[in-house]
């Protein structure tokens, strides 16, 4: 018996050094097996940490977890590399606290710092959820924001290549992190020299308006903003939203967002009258709001928000649960959109 206990403790030690050994020499390899997790805290917000073990054990049974490939790791915006000198603020705003991180030489950019650019899109954002029809937990939104701006030199080791490759100038993932790349605000990815400052700013504010509608709608789905996936739905919400939050804005003239939308979405579909396939063009964002701005015209922000209530309830996708909802097929849908645009 002695014998096999000594053997068996040898095996032991044997497994435990090798597997030492391996974590010493195979840092690439557990990076290629990273778990994210997402789940809905106690407010009703969602949270994204790494790993299962990072989960409060109230939400371990609910979290929905998934490992992340080599080249799909996005760090949190505090965590983002900068390049060049840096400036960070905390600060307070009516939607919520807000951690902000930028490179300093972005500021030649923009008219505005980033900070201004921000606390101006925060009022923004609040003035439109305390108009008539948002329900009141969206009245008073309260959320953690952390931001980060970018420079052109995206850090590949920290973004997704997807995100660094398709040119989108921001992006969110809940519960409120938004990534800015300041050089594609100002003058996209052709290289062009930046229009006024000015101009930049008012471009500026619709795009953080444009993310910061993101995490209105994750706030109005909980989770089914993870499980519901959907991008026309998510796109077409935010590009919606930044058209009606614009408005708001002391930076934008009022009407030129949907106006513009209104010109991409019009163009989309005179190229493709019968049939819609949402792709990531700037006009088929143009084109997926327009099912919000249907909805809002020709009904009310209140009913939209009934819908969202619906999706959630009964676990349907948007447009299943406009037709339950509002009694509305696809003709009628298509009807109230030609109204919207004439």
């Not at 000594?6 to 090798?18: G, K, N, P, R």
């Not at 939607?95 to 505005?112: D, N, Y």
């Not at 519960?175 to 471009?203: F, H, L, M, T, W």
Request: glycine fraction near 6%; proline fraction near 5%; charged fraction near 25%.
């Amino acid at each position: 018996m002695k014998f096999f206990s000594d053997q068996f403790q040898f095996l032991f030690q044997t497994i435990l050094a090798v597997v030492f050994a391996f974590l010493l020499v195979q840092p690439s390899a557990l990076a290629e097996q990273l778990e994210m997790c997402m789940y809905t805290d106690s407010r009703g917000v969602i949270q994204q940490v790494q790993g299962k073990n990072s989960v409060p054990l109230d939400f371990k049974e609910s979290a929905r977890c998934f490992p992340v490939q080599k080249g799909r790791y996005l760090a949190p915006p505090d965590q983002v590399e900068i390049s060049g000198s840096e400036r960070r603020v905390e600060m307070s705003s009516s939607v919520g606290r807000i951690t902000l991180r930028w490179p300093r030489a972005s500021e030649r950019l923009f008219g505005r710092t980033p900070e201004r650019a921000m606390a101006d899109a925060g009022r923004a954002v609040s003035r439109a959820l305390r108009s008539s029809g948002f329900p009141t937990g969206l009245r008073g939104l309260d959320l953690d924001w952390n931001v980060v701006f970018m420079d052109a030199e995206v850090p590949g080791t920290q973004i997704p290549s997807y995100l660094v490759n398709n040119c989108h100038p921001a992006w969110m993932t809940p519960p409120a992190n938004i990534y800015v790349v300041s050089q594609r605000v100002a003058a996209g990815c052709g290289g062009a020299s930046p229009p006024r400052p000015s101009e930049v700013d008012a471009k500026l504010a619709e795009v953080l308006i444009h993310e910061m509608g993101h995490a209105v709608e994750a706030k109005l789905l909980g989770a089914r903003f993870t499980t519901a996936r959907n991008r026309m739905r998510s796109e077409g919400f935010a590009t919606w939203f930044e058209s009606f939050a614009s408005d708001f804005s002391s930076v934008i003239r009022k009407g030129t967002v949907r106006e513009q939308h209104f010109r991409a979405a019009k163009q989309s579909i005179s190229h493709s009258p019968d049939s819609f396939v949402f792709r990531g063009s700037g006009a088929d964002y143009a084109r997926a709001s327009l099912y919000f701005h249907a909805i809002v015209d020709g009904a009310s922000i209140y009913r939209l928000m009934s819908v969202y209530k619906r999706m959630e309830k009964d676990n349907l996708s948007f447009l299943d649960a406009v037709e339950r909802e509002l009694r509305w097929s696809p003709r009628i849908m298509n009807q109230q959109i030609g109204r919207v645009l004439r």
